[in-house]
T-cell receptor, first 114, second 112 residues
Framework: NAGVTQTPKFRVLKTGQSMTLLCAQDMNHEYMYWYRQDPGMGLRLIHYSVGEGTTAKGEVPDGYNVSRLKKQNFLLGLESAAPSQTSVYFC?????????????FGPGTRLTVT | GQQVMQIPQYQHVQEGEDFTTYCNSSTTLSNIQWYKQRPGGHPVFLIQLVKSGEVKKQKRLTFQFGEAKKNSSLHITATQTTDVGTYFCAGPNAGNNRKLIWGLGTSLAVNP
């Protein structure tokens, strides 16, 4: 049981380049989330999904797009990277059962945009 | 909007000393969760509290949920170097409980 995995672990982009971050979970969780974490800012929700084929915006969605074509995968895309998107990106997943929905996090992707 | 505030932001203790972090919500919460993130790591779920006044213990960690379900605390007895990290609390968004509202975390440093 791998839990939540993220690829890549590290990436350096130049301004204007695009990339896709991949999150995969093998726990059959319905819900998946993308967060970014910056020093002093805690965890900020970018986008989330409550099921296959559905996505919704979080607190800071601008500059990002997502897709959830398969239940186990949640992709985060940056179409035109900006230095402000330098951050650590975490994917998380959870089930929702009787008011219990702890989130399981992946190891993170450290992205630098120059 | 709904907010979850944590204090202190940082805490530096000598190994063996106790540590407490506090979490205060602007709204009543149906539950509160606590996570720990080690330096360079990812958040890891510690516990969820649901009932008013609930107290749960995990070895040297004691978690409390306030009577009004608007505040919570995490107390560590006799800290060890393995306790180093950032402790986050989070509660469900009142308008959409599929999302969590996160505190900014309390970073704990322990001097051996």
């Amino acid at each position: 049981n791998a839990g939540v995995t993220q690829t890549p672990k590290f990436r350096v982009l130049k301004t204007g380049q695009s990339m896709t971050l991949l999150c995969a979970q093998d726990m059959n969780h319905e819900y998946m989330y993308w967060y970014r974490q910056d020093p002093g800012m805690g965890l900020r929700l970018i986008h989330y999904s409550v099921g296959e084929g559905t996505t919704a915006k979080g607190e800071v969605p601008d500059g990002y797009n997502v897709s959830r074509l398969k239940k186990q995968n949640f992709l985060l895309g940056l179409e035109s990277a900006a230095p402000s998107q330098t951050s650590v990106y975490f994917c998380a997943s959870s089930y929702f059962l009787a008011n219990t929905y702890e989130q399981y996090f992946g190891p993170g992707t450290r992205l630098t945009v120059t | 909007g709904q907010q979850v505030m944590q204090i202190p932001q940082y805490q530096h203790v000598q190994e063996g000393e106790d540590f407490t972090t506090y979490c205060n919500s602007s709204t009543t919460l149906s539950n509160i969760q606590w996570y720990k993130q080690r330096p360079g790591g990812h958040p890891v779920f510690l516990i969820q509290l649901v009932k008013s006044g609930e107290v749960k213990k995990q070895k040297r960690l004691t978690f409390q949920f306030g009577e009004a379900k608007k505040n919570s605390s995490l107390h560590i007895t006799a800290t060890q170097t393995t306790d180093v990290g950032t402790y986050f609390c989070a509660g469900p968004n009142a308008g959409n409980n599929r999302k969590l509202i996160w505190g900014l975390g309390t970073s704990l440093a322990v001097n051996p």
